[in-house]
């Protein structure tokens, strides 16, 4: 099954083959059809599984052949957080790259004067945070009578929020005759209500949760005393320990990312990186040099490894726990394929231990405890003057100097690799970590450009997304 089997337009096709995606996944299979005959559907399903792009898709081709009608939307979406929305968002602007679509976020911790001036242009897509809606309603700034589509993306969530009063006065806002769209990852009762209230006749479609459990995989999780420098030797002990033969690290930030491949490759690994910041040819590029044994290891953000067709290497490590839970299913998804073994080690040093908590209680798992390292730890280098004096001396900066190791003392595993290069010393980190992201935390603002942001594809403030007009 292609995406072109799917009764999409050429132009949705095009943007998703520029995402390098090639095959609809299950929910996509089975609800883009669907809902492109304009029927209700509820769909059992979490995140992870491609839900997004199944109601995205036939969204923007039913939009992009309906007619505008002046100042109101013409689709809502709802979904529980922030974070959610502004994700959903984002897949608008990807997929409708080649429509003329206009959307608006109606979400809390923005100035609602800016979102009121969006919708008073009209919008096409309104993706809305119950809580702001209710709120621009109660001031009489919005319309929703001309919206003809509506989703409920993440109801299980919405519930566990106490939205579902909100959503069900919302439903009511809307005109009768419309089309709409449940999502949920579970169908407690209150949600299958809703439904029976809300939605006429509905296909009905289940989706298995993504394989969390993969027997293939050995999972365990590396404690880590210290942070980053910390964790670059941890990780360098893991490659030399193990019959490592091709291995992705996933960290969470695109400095992390340029960091630590540049700290490998001054240790003499065949490392290169992907991360948000490039450009799709050029992560491809790089992936090509990883699928043809240029380089056996890829440092990877989880942006960057999305849609890219990086799977059944032999480890993963992540170098932070994922914010995101799902991520986690995701990025240790890329080993132990098509019954081949894989392994995953997550490091888990004094930040990360909150993300490794809500991925166990994602994935029903405890992950096991590596108490011992595979492999010869480094040998200690003897002291030498700080960094800041030897710049101040003019001497050449090698590799991160505390980590170098010098020719005469490398592993086994290292001999084998070339000599460590002479690399400028990996700018030292000055983020903080952003441990305030999505259902677990909230969205940390006013990001865009920093470098220090979380590779989420979504780094920027929410003003940018008020009122986008997607061109081609
Ligand atoms: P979602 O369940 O919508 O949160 O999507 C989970 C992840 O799967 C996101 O990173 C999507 O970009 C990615 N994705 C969506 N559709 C596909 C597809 N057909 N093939 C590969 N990845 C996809």
Known sequence: ????????????????????????????????????????????????????????????????????????????????????????????????????????????????????????????????TPGRLMDLFQRGKILLTGCSMLVIDEADRMLDMGFIPDIEEICTKLPAQRQTLLFSATMPAPIKKLADRFLTNPKTIEVARPATTNTNITQWVVPVKGQAFEKRKVVRQLLRGEDVRTAIIFCNRKTTVRELNKSLQGHGFKSGEIHGDMDQSARIAELERFKNGDINILVASDVAARGLDVKGVSHVVNFDAPWHPDDYVHRIGRTGRAGATGVAYTLVGPDDAENIQNIEKLTGEKIKTLDALPGEPEEERPARAPRRERARRDEPVAAPADEAAPPSRRTRSEQREPAPRAEAPARQSRERPDRTRGQYNEPRRGRRDRDDGPDDGWNGPIPDFLQVTLTS
């Open 1 to 128: 099954m292609s995406f072109a089997d799917l009764g999409l337009s050429d132009e949705l096709l095009r943007a998703v083959g520029d995402t390098g995606y090639t095959e609809p996944t299950p929910i996509q299979a089975s609800a883009i059809p669907s809902v492109l005959m304009m029927r209700d559907m509820v769909a059992i399903a979490q995140t992870g599984t491609g839900k997004t792009a199944s109601f995205v898709l036939p969204m923007i081709d039913i939009l992009a052949h309906g007619r505008s009608r002046a100042r109101m939307p013409r689709s809502l979406i709802l979904e529980p957080t922030r974070e959610l929305a502004a994700q959903v968002a984002e897949n608008f602007e990807q997929y409708g790259k080649y429509h003329k679509l206009s959307m608006a976020l109606l979400i809390g911790g923005v100035q609602m004067g800016d979102q009121v001036k969006a919708l008073e242009k009209g919008v096409d897509v309104l993706i809305a």
